[in-house]
């Protein structure tokens, strides 16, 4: 009887810990200003860590990797978190692929394919720039006045120029692999516009 009710105390203790833990560390992170997260800790812990998470913040949450890393070396975590992380990057790549083509095909704010996305990249209208880095798409496809913006790029730098002209314009970018089902359903290249 004792020890149930010591079990039960215990349990008690542990969820109060976590709540305010997971409290502490949302107002911590809200000052942070970070948009992705990933837990790590131990099976039974973070589950019921990220469950106590309020919902602004679990929202942010990518990835949970179930092992305790707190006295490991900054390399094996690195190695450790790694494949979780560009996991969660492609995922979510994926999803905002799937939104630009949505988006294009419905006349919104979202472009596909290179001829649309180079226009829009000279124009500084691209938000989000979602794009294989190794692409080389064939030139030919683009207008005119978008060769003449790049100054008539190679296959081989064209996604490079894509992604310098992103950069000047402050967008967000994101590389997926060429493997990506949604980026070769969109061109090799989609963008999530300003306007």
């Known amino acids: 009887m004792h020890v149930a009710e010591f079990d039960q105390r215990l349990a008690e203790w542990r ?3 976590l709540r305010a833990t997971a409290q502490s560390a949302a107002a911590q992170l809200g000052k942070l200003g ?7 800790g131990e099976p039974p812990l973070v589950g019921d860590f990220a469950g106590e998470l309020p919902d602004p913040l679990a929202r942010r949450v990518i990835a949970t990797v179930e092992a305790n890393l707190l006295n490991e070396p900054l390399n094996v975590i690195a190695d450790r978190l790694g494949a979780a992380l560009d996991e969660a990057r492609i995922q ?17 704010a979202a472009a596909i394919g290179w001829p649309e996305v180079r226009g829009t990249l000279v124009q500084h209208r691209v938000r989000h720039l979602l794009i294989d880095p190794a692409a080389e798409p064939d030139p030919g496809q683009l207008d005119p006045h978008t060769q003449d913006a790049l100054a008539w790029p190679a296959p081989s730098v064209l996604a490079e120029r894509a992604i310098e002209q992103a950069l000047e314009s402050g967008a967000e970018i994101t590389t997926l692999p060429t493997s990506s089902p949604h980026l070769a359903q969109a061109g090799g290249v989609a963008a999530l516009l300003r306007y």
């Open 15 to 17: 969820q109060r810990f």
């Open 34 to 40: 970070w948009e992705r997260i990933l837990l790590a």
């Open 92 to 108: 979510q790549g994926e999803l905002l692929v799937e939104q630009a083509i949505d988006g294009a095909r419905a006349g919104q």
